[in-house]
């Protein structure tokens, strides 16, 4: 079974620009999560999405949003971007929103800002 | 949310048993206790989840008191490729997990 897929898997932009960052959850599952992780860092949430609606919101900036479409795909924007929003930037899934469902990651997108 | 504590990093060599402490004394009723892995370049996996006393599956093990203020993960008989940042995560709150910065264990030959 395929798992989470996110591309692109790098991306080099510049200061004021916009990037679009995609992903596709595994087979069945309708929740998906976004995370940023900085160098020395653990995983930190940005937002996560049941059933095409927005359920979480981490302490990020207006500059970053996100939808989920009908196929339970998601993307994340960024708008604006900083020098600091250079990151690896994860997308997880889930079959559900219980607490005790198992996240399922894919690897990533390095995103670099020059 | 439970704060929880783990040490920054380890050192083991191949074919010895790891185990990894993490402490959250301010665990809710309803937290689960849940172990990822991380390396480098990837997204984190998941190794195990526990509530209470002891889970094993085919990769770890997890220990947790009574009390449940602690929990241990114990890798059996390392090997080069379990290097890694292991990351103990305590709570019910849906699938906004929140990371810390980890254990970065180091397994040498």
């Known amino acids: 079974d395929a798992g989470v897929t996110q591309s692109p898997t790098h991306l080099i932009k510049t200061r004021g620009q916009h990037v679009t960052l995609r992903c596709s959850p595994i087979?069945?599952?309708?929740?998906v999560s976004w995370y940023q992780q900085v160098l020395g860092q653990g995983p930190q949430f940005i937002f996560q999405y049941y059933e095409k609606e927005e359920r979480g919101r981490g302490n990020f900036p207006d500059r970053f949003s996100a939808r989920q479409f009908p196929n339970y795909s998601s993307e994340l924007n960024v708008n604006a971007l900083l020098l600091g929003d250079s990151a690896l930037y994860l997308c997880?899934?889930?079959?559900?929103?219980?607490?005790?469902?198992?996240?399922?990651f894919g690897d990533g997108t390095r995103l670099s800002i020059l | 949310l439970a704060k929880t504590t783990q040490p920054i990093s380890m050192d083991s060599y191949e074919g010895q048993e790891v185990n990894i402490t993490c402490s959250h004394n301010n665990i809710a009723t309803n937290d689960y206790i849940t172990w990822y892995q991380q390396f480098p370049s990837q997204g984190p996996r998941f190794i195990i989840q526990g509530y209470k006393t002891k889970v094993t599956n085919e990769v770890a093990s997890l220990f947790i008191p009574a009390d449940r203020k602690s929990s241990t993960l114990s890798l059996p008989r390392v090997s080069l490729s379990d290097t890694a940042v292991y990351y103990c995560?305590?709570?019910?709150?849906?699938?906004?997990?929140?990371f810390g910065k980890g254990t970065t264990l180091s397994v040498s030959s």
């Open positions: 997880a899934s889930s079959p559900t929103l219980q607490g005790t469902s198992i996240q399922h």
């Open positions: 995560l305590v709570g019910d709150i849906g699938p906004a997990l929140i």
């Open positions: 087979s069945g599952h309708k929740s």
